[in-house]
């Protein structure tokens, strides 16, 4: 008596981890989300710390005496590190609060993103494959544009002297764009790398 065997190779087959070969992830969406998480890591290190530029200047003291001061400055806090504290800046110029709202909308657009990216990498469903596809896509881009439109504000500004600064300067300030401004950038650069790659992202087809 002939016992019909079924190996599992047939066209619904299912592999060693329990899925159809069209319910597998998509590889390139994976990536896209990876290098999204490490853009968003990146962006949120840079808004949240103090060296987006560091001020160096002369000032005068009650006693005539000249003093160099040196300020660290971030989104939403600066550090004299004559004094050595951290200070809130209160009364920030136009600027610097749209730079922060750039910034802010931009990781959020960040998060969308990430979001859609993972739907469409993990949800199996071809009526919305496209529009997850999409969503990802321009939302990531877009993201990139925003935090990247904000460092270009931000530098702008500083290089035309707009920096808050809370003591009265005495002569030239002296300033440098530090490593904060610069994971911003960075974090703009991975926004739109994962939107790229996003746009090559396919799933995985039914094998006949």
């Given at each position: 008596m002939c016992i019909?065997?079924?190996?599992?190779?047939?066209?619904?087959?299912?592999d060693g981890y329990g899925l159809s070969p069209s319910k597998r992830p998509s590889k390139v969406g994976a990536v896209a989300m990876v290098v999204m998480f490490l853009g968003w890591i990146v962006e949120l290190v840079a808004i949240t710390t103090i060296y987006w530029a560091v001020f160096t200047w002369l000032t005068v003291d009650t006693q005539q005496r000249r003093l160099t001061i040196t300020e660290?400055?971030?989104?939403?806090?600066?550090?004299?590190?004559?004094?050595?504290?951290?200070?809130?800046?209160?009364?920030?110029?136009?600027?610097?609060?749209?730079?922060?709202?750039?910034?802010?909308?931009?990781m959020m657009f960040g998060s969308g993103a990430?979001?859609?990216?993972?739907l469409f990498t993990f949800l199996h469903s071809e009526?919305?494959?496209?529009?997850?596809?999409?969503s990802a896509l321009s939302s990531a881009i877009f993201s990139g544009v925003l935090v990247l439109?904000?460092?270009i504000v931000y530098g702008a500004s500083v290089s035309q002297g707009k920096a808050p600064l809370p003591n009265k300067p005495v002569g030239d300030v002296q300033y440098v764009l530090s490593w904060s401004f610069a994971l911003s950038i960075i974090a703009a650069i991975l926004f739109v790398i994962s939107g790229v790659i996003m746009g090559f992202a396919r799933k995985p087809r039914m094998i006949e």
């Open positions: 019909p065997i079924w190996f599992g190779f047939g066209p619904h087959s299912e660290a400055h971030g989104l939403w806090k600066y550090c004299s590190k004559f004094i050595g504290l951290f200070v809130r800046c209160e009364h920030s110029p136009g600027w610097l609060v749209a730079v922060r709202a750039l910034n802010v909308i931009g990430l979001v859609f990216m993972g009526k919305w494959n496209k529009i997850f596809k999409s439109i904000g460092a």
